[in-house]
């Protein structure tokens, strides 16, 4: 830990070591020095028992039955949308859309909003920092509107050319859609500074929050988005959750974009009439223990406090960064101003499969690749990275153990 | 776990100092191998004298599998005919795929050479890594002087 803890923070309070006690993931598995948070995180006890718990003891289809068993599950399912409503500071309970993850809360804005209210021409501005999850959907539906992709680049540091971003914004900007937090190279986005110009202009604005609400408070309100997209597996809950936040007014204006049960008021064979939000958008049964997990999860996270969670991870990266960078022979990847959580780089002469694979057999998960962002490798001249993304659970000798692996991988494969 | 389980000395020193890495001036077959998970590509050259292969090179970037499979597999392939070389190549992806099988006849040296290869077993993600230049290299051999492009993924 730095020595000195940052204003609003008592020193010691945030305690990773007594934090990974919470996950049995490290107990089952000795010796695990777990940096791939970024792809997913792992489980505190907490989330696994509360799933567990509630198919033992309240378990049954929500919205439907009229037996007590159905409402207790439709009870919980619905406090899980308020839990989620409080973790974002959202206005209103019915702008939570359950999803399976952010990638589908991203093409359920595409599909819905983006067909109904994009004409030819419209266009629709991100950045070379994007997951491809914030790409191809675009490219999915431009083919069916006629909309123009743009893609606002990077500059020389690997942050956002806010400038040039700035004069990308037209008569025609639509809706920017940016990631808060790039998760290939963890360069933050000044998404605050985004909201205002993109609205200037007469835009809507989506944010994927994906790695950044694991780390940090998110305020959807003081953010000034209009969608705010995350996945639960991310935020340390289940698999097969996510959460589409937007405002209800868009919500209400836009067409369901998947048919079938609990998204229905009336059928028949002539027509059909559809929920109001979030209703209109979760068609058949959802994902109701994966709701309730997340819901846990968010608690959890919470009870730690965002802001220490910010703290620790800031603290956490700069370590990172600095002792990576110390490393002879070895290179960060550029991630502009502000580098938060992700520490992507590589090492001259090792391919980033051969050092993933060296460093697993030292115990150290990290991920190797292109992380789903291609065009942003391709603008940085690197076919893959190898990148190390930290969680709640890592403390500085996560670092240290991914340091002296790399200083192992560097000495095999110099011979 | 070794991590020299998987990166036996022959390997890493293929990996540092492929052998046959260069373009061959008029080569009668060449295809592209990519594989678009990792990145790595692979050109395979090569040049038949009827059916048996005069010489064979290669060409690209990737990682010390990859490109250690490949340098090993040009050695082996050179002065081999066309029958031999598919042999091989069909041995060659039983062993690295866990698929136990005795050695083609007569080629058991040829085998043997191979096997440092094989540690890619245990680790499916890196079998595509092992693979890449000998799919290459067969793709040459269907599509000719024209090239073509295989993709592992």
Known sequence: ?415 | MDPRELYQDIILDHGRHPRNFHALAHPSHFAHGHNPLCGDRVTVYVELDGDRIKDVSFEGRGCAISTASASLMTEILKGKTLAEAEALFKGFHAAVTGDEQPPPAGLEDEMERLAPLTGVKSYPARVKCATLAWHAFEAALRTGAVGATVKTE
Not at chain 1, 76 to 83: D, H, M
Not at chain 1, 192 to 216: S, T, V
Not at chain 1, 287 to 316: P, Q, V
Not at chain 1, 402 to 414: D, E, G, P, S, Y
Request: proline share 6%; glycine share 8%; net charge negative.
């Open chain 1, 1 to 415: 830990m730095s020595v000195v803890a940052p204003l609003g923070r008592p020193a010691g309070t945030f305690d990773p070591r007594r934090i990974k006690r919470d996950f049995p993931v490290f107990a089952n598995n000795p010796g695990l020095v777990f940096l791939d948070t970024a792809a997913s995180a792992q489980k505190p006890a907490a989330v696994i028992d509360e799933v567990s718990e509630f198919y033992r003891n309240d378990y049954a289809n929500v919205h439907r039955g009229v037996y007590r068993l159905s409402a207790r599950s439709s009870e919980r399912f619905e406090a899980a949308r308020e839990t989620v409503r409080r973790f974002l500071n959202a206005p209103d309970t019915r702008e939570i859309v359950f999803v399976r993850n952010a990638t589908e809360g991203i093409n359920l804005v595409a599909y819905s909003w983006g067909q109904t209210f994009l004409k030819p021409g419209d266009e629709v501005l991100v950045t070379e920092l994007e997951h491809h999850a914030n790409i191809v959907p675009w490219q999915l539906i431009r083919e069916r509107t006629g909309l123009k992709l743009v893609a606002a680049p990077i500059d020389a540091t690997g942050g956002l050319d806010l400038a040039t971003f700035e004069r990308l914004l037209g008569p025609r900007t639509r809706l920017v859609a940016v990631t808060q937090l790039a998760n290939a190279t963890g360069a933050m986005v000044p998404v605050e500074a985004i909201a205002r110009m993109a609205h200037a202009h007469g835009a809507k604005l989506l944010i994927d929050g994906c790695q950044a609400a694991p780390r940090m408070p998110v305020d959807v309100q003081a953010l000034g988005c209009d969608f705010y997209v995350f996945s639960g597996h991310k935020t340390y809950g289940p698999t097969g959750i996510g959460v589409l936040w937007a405002k209800y007014d868009l919500l209400e204006a836009m067409p369901p974009w998947q048919g079938g049960g609990d998204m229905i008021l009336n059928v028949t064979f002539e027509k059909s009439t559809f929920q109001d939000p979030p209703h209109r958008f979760e068609a058949g049964t959802p994902d109701i223990s994966g709701a309730i997990g997340l819901a846990r999860a968010l608690d959890y996270i919470d009870a730690l406090g965002r802001d220490a969670i910010a703290a620790h991870e800031a603290d956490l990266t700069g370590y990172g960064a600095d002792r990576i960078a110390r490393l002879p022979g070895v290179r960060l990847v550029p991630a502009g101003q502000r580098r938060f959580g992700i520490l992507s780089f590589h090492v001259d002469g090792i391919h980033p499969h051969d050092l993933a694979q060296v460093l697993d057999q030292h115990g150290v998960a990290v991920r190797a690749g292109h992380h789903c962002a291609q065009p942003l490798l391709d603008k940085l001249d690197l076919p893959a990275t190898t990148r190390a993304s930290l969680g709640i659970y890592n403390d500085e000798s996560d670092i240290d153990a991914l340091c002296a692996a790399i200083t192992a991988a560097q000495k095999m494969f110099a011979g």
